[in-house]
């Protein structure tokens, strides 16, 4: 055959396939087929030959060219198949191997102590309802009976913001209260809410902090009386502490939106912080009879409706609850301390534990 002479270093090329890797493989067709190749060559010079020698030579070096090809693709193949293997060996997963074991979450003791307000005042028929934390002053104040001149609005250290909703100054809600406003506005009694949610005062210390949260209550109908009040209360503060003995009472204050306004303590021992027992009053939340004023400025006729409203301050019962000092520690996002005093998920609330 005419190519006969490109026989045996094509059958070179092709046994030292056996171990070249991608790269070297590459060298060999370059090497013929590439533009200065071998074959490359001699299939141009086709055209200066005989039309016989043309055909012989032709077919000749297109046998060589196909056998170089197949080999190089053979080659190629085996090595991809090589690759995939070491791959596989390399990545090899083991599914018998155990879990790492996972850091397990706790629910915040602020966020307990809220789901656990509703579940106990959801278990008497209140609904929860929402408002903005972002407020205007007459839902935040005027409405609650509370004038501009007020010593409350002082009082409350409240966050003014540069900016005013509609007519009125804007602020952050120093109280869940305005949430007894927009209700009544918006719902006809008889009204039975609670408002769990942020609020806001300029001050910070151990047990003060600029953003904490209250829960609102209120209870709007044509029969309520101090004695549903008290009923209510008693029966929350005995249930969230766990103690149906928990000794409770009711002072005389003021608040410019309730009248009659009553304190509420619990008993406690001041030297222990043991709650329960003691002989010693602490303070805990704020109520009383819905002002007619309120209720006037809501659109609820006074002399048919009255009800009651509270207000009690979350991380403050939650640091009795829990024995926890200092306040600032809610808001640290120290896991440690939350392993601690956070509670597992999906734990029942403490209405089925308590009394
Ligand atoms: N708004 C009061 C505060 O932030 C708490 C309060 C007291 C709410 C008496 C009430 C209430 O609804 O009747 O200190």
């Known amino acids: 055959m005419v190519a006969e002479d490109l026989e045996m270093s094509l059958a070179a090329s092709l046994a030292a396939m056996a171990s070249l890797d991608a790269a070297g493989l590459e060298d060999v067709r370059l090497q013929w087929l590439g533009k200065a190749g071998i074959l490359t060559g001699r299939l141009k010079a086709l055209g200066a030959m005989t039309p016989e020698a043309r055909k012989a ?8 060219k196909e056998r170089l090809n197949q080999a190089l693709s ?3 193949a085996a090595l991809d198949e090589e690759a995939l293997a070491a791959r596989l060996e390399r990545e090899r997963i083991d599914v018998t191997a155990p879990a790492r074991p996972e850091p397990v979450g706790a629910i915040h003791p602020i966020s307990r102590t809220l789901e656990e307000i509703t579940a106990i005042f959801g278990a008497m028929g209140f609904t929860v309802k929402e408002g903005p934390d972002i407020e205007d002053d007459w839902h935040a104040f ?3 009976n509370i004038p ?4 409350a609005r002082a009082m409350m250290d409240t966050f003014y913001l540069n900016a005013s909703l509609g007519n009125r100054p804007a602020l952050l809600r120093p109280h869940t209260s305005s949430v007894q406003v927009r209700t009544m506005l918006t719902q006809a009694p008889p009204i039975r809410i609670i408002v769990p949610g942020r609020t806001y005062r300029s001050d910070h210390d151990a047990t003060h902090s600029p953003m904490f949260h209250q829960t609102e209550g209120l209870v709007i109908g044509r029969d309520i ?4 009040l008290k009923g209510c209360l008693i029966d929350f503060l005995r249930m969230f ?5 928990l000794p409770v009472r009711f002072r005389a ?3 410019p ?10 008993g406690w021992n001041r030297k222990t912080g043991e709650i329960g027992k003691g002989g010693d009053w602490l303070e805990i939340l704020g109520s009383g009879m819905v002002h007619p004023n309120v209720l006037a400025n809501c659109g609820i006729d006074p002399r048919e409706f009255q009800g009651f409203a509270f207000g009690v301050g979350i991380e403050r019962i939650t640091m009795l609850k829990h024995g926890i000092a200092d306040l600032r520690l809610f808001y640290e996002s120290d896991v440690r301390w939350l392993r601690h005093y956070g509670a597992a998920p999906l734990s029942p609330a403490m209405l089925h534990e308590g009394v």
């Open 253 to 255: 204050s003021y608040f």
């Open 225 to 228: 009386t101090l004695g549903h």
């Open 57 to 64: 030579e032709g077919a000749a070096l297109n046998d060589c």
């Open 148 to 151: 501009g001149h007020h010593p």
């Open 74 to 76: 053979a080659r190629r």
């Open 142 to 144: 005027g409405a609650l």
């Open 241 to 245: 502490f766990g103690n149906p003995a």
């Open 257 to 266: 939106f309730t009248e009659p306004s009553m304190e509420v303590d619990i």
